[in-house]
């Protein structure tokens, strides 16, 4: 179309907007006319209407209009905030102006920009501060009243990510300007996954929809995008492993057999199939490309001993990466006492320490367990064959591809306790072959999950008292590590005091991440020998940390935790044959933590607390702690839409099968792998 810049016009030379607006796109990435039409909304309001003036503070956020009637800078004994005192001026209130405050701490600037006589458009949650209703922080736009039609007015109007020296309400002329000056056909993606749906149809109504049905549907279109390219990238690693020759190990069995046999207790069904799987992919000619799925205490630990075993009896070395200091010197601790009476020689290396189970003219580790140091640690490895990765979710794509570099072809199983819903697998390990460890094993003790509202502190005492009186050992959890002015939450260092004293008689001890290496460590050592009886700590226990004399864990301030967050906690305990006891302690107040809770005191299934915290958080905020290497999902409120997901993926596979190496009709498609560093390298001499 005559006139119109293709969408890959340099925003500098469609001559659109002034020299200064067009440097500071450009210092946020936005270079092109393409790039500012991708610039997506990140929510909407319907200003169509506006929400009454709130009476009383609320969960959910408000879409306000009103007039500033008083401003000015204000300063407490430790913060000074600029306030705006804004009133509805609508005449709804009935009996006079009804009026609420807004509140922005260390930004005195807004004095410049705030006046009183302006009518603005707010968007915030209100709470209750000392009588009054308050909105902190509060977005905001200065409405000025234009001739004719608008885009800031009477519609549904997009709502963007900030881009520094551009106001919100310019930032929205000038995606509009873009949109009207871009050639329709330059918009179209190199694979058109809904043809019935031009593009550049669903790009203006994505920006600028006529109603909230239509946004949903070009968002939904381009989630369907989005998710077409992480599938094609799922795709494409799955095929290129599948036709990959590997090594074949495992023929050999016999430390597995003896190992099976140094075994005191028999494992689970549920361990045993999943070593028959690993050992048929072990023996197969391509690589292994496995994830062990299984809840916490599920016995994945002994799974990745059998697995490595097969390595070593191959005559090749076996690596476990785990993403702390703490969970590599549990598994080296673990895999010592099970696997050195087998003649095994083991390894330990991380940043802040190296140990050897052998002596070195014994000859090289034929295990070798870390941190992120084994990726940096070139000589280390003769011939590595297997490779665990511990917390698969804590490692990004390219870390685990220069691990596997490390080795020629080798297999590579990883592991995570983290549930995750059964919509979300395939997006995250799409690639992957699954088992699933879903029993317990054999001889542990029943565990109690309780919600408690606040319960007498006197109770507690007692209750902790009567179990450390028994001879077990308790967590004592706490959300934060020191005390915040912002967050009504009781900290681990102040409440290590108090149980000092409350449990005077016991040892207690403190741990939490701003501790250095060696004190977690040392902190850990005295816990697990039974020196420390309760252990005051913050999450930093969440992933790994074994002590199965340890039967209680009281959770203060439990709302503050996340479904996954909570369930990872909890499966520090019950680990061993005693009775356990989960306590959740919440002051109650909020009905969307109590649902959330009541889900924790209901089921210790970690498949069904993933689904209900996909449903309770959304699939953003449960993404946060799962796409490490994925990166950032524009539509994570579409991953539970699993129809859609399907769709992305019949799409994908279509692609490759038709295209597989995507040189051919589909070569436009080449540039949305993520490639991965080589998954081997030359055979070491």
Known sequence: MSGLHHADTPIAAAGLIPPKETLALASAGLTTLRHLIDWLPRRYEDRRRFDAFPA???????????????????????????????ADTSGRSGLGPATLTCRWFNMPFLSKVLAAGQEIVLHGKPKDFQGRIVIDHPEFEVIRLDAGPSIHLERIVPIYRNISSIAQRRLREIIHLALTAVDPDSLAAPYDVDPTYPRHEACREIHFPESLEQSDAARRRFALEEFFTVQLNVVWRRQRLVHLNGRTLGLKTTLLTAFYQSLPFDLTEAQKRSIREILADMRSPRPMNRLLQGDVGAGKTFVAMAAMLLAVDSATQAALMAPTQILAEQHYLT?????????????????????????????????????????????????????VIDEQHKFGVMQRGRLIAQGTRPDVLVMTATPIPRTLTMTIYGDLDVSILDERPAGRGKLITALRIKPKQTDVTSFVKEQLAAGRQAYLVYPLVEESEKLNAEAATTAHGKWATRLASYQVGLLHGKLDAAAKDDVMRRFRDGEIHALVATTVIEVGVDVPNANLMIIHHADRFGLAQLHQLRGRIGRGEHKSYCILITDGKSPEAMEKLQVMEQTSDGFVIAEEDLRLRGPGDLLGTLQSGLGDFRFPDFLADTPLLREARSHADAVIATDPDLTGQHAKLRPLIQETPPTSTPTRA
Do not use: M
């Open 56 to 86: 009383s503070p609320g969960s959910q956020p408000v879409c306000i209009r009103g007039t500033v009637i008083d401003t000015r800078n204000r300063f407490g004994p430790r913060v000074k905030f600029y306030e705006a005192v804004v």
């Open 335 to 387: 895999f010592r006492r099970w696997l050195e009476p087998l003649g095994v020689r083991i390894a330990l290396r991380t940043s802040a320490r190296q140990e050897e189970s052998h002596l070195p003219i014994e000859g090289a580790p034929q295990i070798i367990i870390g941190t992120h140091a084994l990726l940096y640690d070139d000589a280390l490895f003769a011939d590595l064959g297997l490779i």
